[in-house]
């Protein structure tokens, strides 16, 4: 079983940084893939950011070249560096563990709340 506890969320002003970091506790595979999910109010829950045990990473679109991802898979932790944030970045963080092998299998943190202010 995995836990995952998310920090680092709060208010910002526009155009500030924020990162997020995510630690697992329980086993993390190195075919796991740790991801950044959000979701705003009276929207679908969706991609941010994520990156395989290899470093291999992907965003979504609109985060591409403000929002970097990254891993230490010593301390089984995630990170969300985000640089100039947006009002349209508020939303609900959420943490996530996909899990290939063995077996399939997804695990998901609590969420932390990011507000950008204009």
């Known amino acids: 079983q995995v836990q995952l506890v998310e920090s680092g969320g709060g208010l910002v002003q526009a155009g500030g940084s924020l990162r997020l970091s995510c630690a697992a506790s329980?086993?993390?595979?190195?075919?796991?893939?740790m991801g950044w999910y959000r979701q705003a109010p009276g929207k679908q829950r969706e991609l941010v950011a994520s990156?395989?045990?290899?470093?291999?990473?992907k965003y979504a679109d609109s985060m591409k070249g403000r929002f970097t991802i990254s891993r230490d898979n010593a301390k089984n932790t995630v990170y969300l560096q985000m640089n100039s944030l947006k009002p349209e970045d508020t939303a609900v963080y959420y943490c996530?563990?996909?899990?290939?092998?063995?077996?399939?299998?997804?695990?998901w943190g609590r969420g932390t709340q990011v507000t950008v202010s204009s």
């Open positions: 990156i395989t045990g290899s470093g291999s990473t």
């Open positions: 996530k563990v996909e899990r290939f092998s063995p077996g399939r299998d997804e695990y």
């Open positions: 329980g086993t993390i595979f190195s075919l796991d893939v």
